[in-house]
């Protein structure tokens, strides 16, 4: 049994609800617009056409142009104004509008404007319904990783101290990529194969001794976990140390024709240095 820490595994999911909370709290604000404004139409039962429009053409915080007309209409030769409550970058256009209105109280009004934007709203509800859902599917996800983890403390072999490097992940906080560590690691077979970890939601990026821990089921490498610090509950073990080869990638390096007993020692000028290099003793 092992010491597997996966705060940072649930961090992750805790980032999710925070996506999914945002996208239910503009869902829920869209809805309200959208069916306050039905049921303000269905208290509408009369209707007359549009004398006249302003189309009330203003900026917004963003510095695009929008639309919010006000829209003038008679009612037994009382005129009126109805706003359309809404701002669009839809102009109303130059056409008379069809005005709605409370026979019993003329000024209490909603434009086939207003109404058309309302539906676009409801369109527009869609952004944060595929925010919730992609939010939902990266939680169920990230559950299925927490049980594959647990796994590990059955059929997981400990190696400790392996040398790392960090890549970017596929996913950014705040327009900053969250970083992964990244394992070359030789198994039973002799296959050597790259294992990434699970984006570093802590942001942590080192530990006091440099190296990495590693969990993995050989017998099936597709399951294994990376942390900084990983113990067996019982005390490690000498064999749990990683004593190989630093099998992490070295750019150029090619194979050469010459074995290693053949080869003649290279000697490497010292940088910076006007005095020439002595070179090593070597023994014959």
């Known amino acids: 049994m092992y010491d597997i820490n996966i705060k940072n595994v649930k961090k992750g999911r805790a980032f999710n609800w925070i996506f999914i909370g945002f996208g239910l709290l503009f869902l829920v604000i869209m809805f309200i617009i959208f069916f306050g404004s039905i049921l303000n139409r269905n208290t509408l039962d009369s209707q007359t056409t549009s004398t006249g429009v302003n189309p009330n053409r203003h900026q917004d915080s963003d510095g695009d142009y929008v639309y919010s007309p006000i829209f003038t209409y008679e009612v037994d030769g009382q005129a009126y104004t ?56 990266m939680n169920h996800s990230i559950s299925k990783r927490i049980k594959q983890i647990e796994a590990l403390n059955q059929t997981g072999k400990l190696v400790k101290n392996l040398p ?38 802590d942001r942590k990026e080192s530990d006091e001794d440099g190296k990495v821990d590693l969990v993995i089921d050989e017998n ?55 005095e020439p290099t002595i070179p090593p003793a070597i023994k014959i």
């Open 164 to 201: 790392f490097h960090l890549e970017e992940s596929n996913i950014s906080v705040n327009d900053r990529p969250l970083m992964k560590i990244v394992v070359n690691y030789r198994l039973p077979n002799g296959e050597t194969v790259t294992l990434s970890g699970d984006p570093r939601y």
């Open 82 to 137: 109805c706003t359309s409550g809404v701002s669009s970058s839809i102009g109303p256009g130059e056409d008379p509008h069809v005005i709605y209105y409370d026979s019993k109280n003329p000024s209490n009004c909603m434009s086939d404007y207003a109404e058309k934007i309302d539906w676009l709203i409801l369109l527009f509800a869609l952004i944060p319904t595929v925010f919730i859902v992609i939010g939902a599917c």
């Open 220 to 274: 099936n490498p597709k399951n294994y976990f990376l942390d900084f610090d990983i113990n067996r509950i019982s005390g490690n073990r000498s064999d749990d140390y990683y004593t190989g080869p630093d099998l992490e990638p070295t750019p150029n390096t090619e194979p050469s024709d010459e074995s290693e007993d053949d080869q003649a020692p290279t000697i490497e000028p010292t940088k910076n240095s006007s």
